[in-house]
């Protein structure tokens, strides 16, 4: 059997901190690191929202991967912005490396264009930590 | 592809239903929904068209009890049997663990049966994975059908057709009464698990 990368539970808590600091304390509901197989890495949220998280991982990792051979048909190496809007919550994905996605999930409290900068930092610094 | 998460000391296996369309994988999956609600902690999720045919894939997570002190999720899904929908098929593949061939008894199917263990053994190739390597269990469903006069492949000849070979564990099943659909399970679970114990001492 073959393994995602394997995290320490070291490893694990920096990212989750990283999560808590740039995402869930400005107001984002819940975040999910997750592979592309479905895995749920790390999922954090605000308290206030219990979502099925591993139904949502199964499904964003579909989702992401159908995206993405759609990009690959056109002759795009990826979409750069991927977003699901709704009435009160929207998901935003983005792809952290190689077959790794973090998931958030946020409402109208919080904006967009703030949201993408701070999704991006996070990304960041979790990537110096893998 | 599996994952250990050290800090809740959890493990996340994937096992994946594979077979032709209407072979009865999504009716596995119902029925092990309803057979085993306790240590099920989700809805079922499933992707369909009309018709009921899976479009996309079923998921279904189901909580097996602890193993070396971690506590093991196994995701079951489905892929969509229908031979169009490869491209989705092969991203329901990615990081799987473990598989289950659902082949169909009926006469009318042979020959699909073995077009989609073909398609599987492709499917894995793109992502460098061996089907002689990947734990692997072979149901041949719909057994019951033979009660109503409808005539199905006998037991040898799809163990000569798509399990020469691979000489993997079978077993001959009805989804729809349950037979052998508990057993299928536990026996890919196991393989699956197996080759995950040394990895957690
Ligand atoms: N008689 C009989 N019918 C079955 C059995 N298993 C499934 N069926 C029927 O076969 C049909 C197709 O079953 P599904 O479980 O939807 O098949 P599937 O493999 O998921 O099909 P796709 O989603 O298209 O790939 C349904 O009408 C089922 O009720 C069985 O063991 N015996
Ligand atoms: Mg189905």
Known sequence: ?130 | MALINPKKREVQVKVVYYGPGRGGKTTNLEYVNQKFRKRILNEMVTVKTYGDRTLFFDFLPIDIGKIKGHSIKIQLYTVPGQVKYNATRRLVLRGVDGIVFVADSMDLRREMNIRSLQNLKENLETFNKNIFHIPLVMQYNKRDLADEGIPILPMETMQKDLNSRLRAPFFPASAVSGDNVAATMKKIIALTVGSLRKKLE
């Open chain 1, 1 to 130: 059997m073959d393994f995602t990368i394997d995290f320490t539970k070291e490893q694990i808590e920096s990212i989750e901190d990283i999560l808590q600091d740039e995402l869930i304390d400005l107001g984002v509901q819940s975040v999910i690191l997750m592979d592309l197989a479905g895995n749920v890495i790390v999922n954090l949220d605000s308290g206030d929202s219990s979502h099925d998280v591993f139904s949502l991982a199964a499904l964003a990792a579909g989702n992401y991967g159908a995206v993405s051979a759609m990009a690959n048909i056109i002759g795009e190496q990826e979409f750069s912005l991927l977003f699901h809007k709704g009435e009160e919550e929207s998901i935003h994905f983005s792809k952290v490396v190689e077959d790794l996605l973090l998931l958030t999930i946020f409402n109208k409290n919080v904006s967009l264009g703030f949201l993408r900068l701070k999704v991006a930092e996070a990304i960041k610094r979790i990537q110096m930590l893998i």
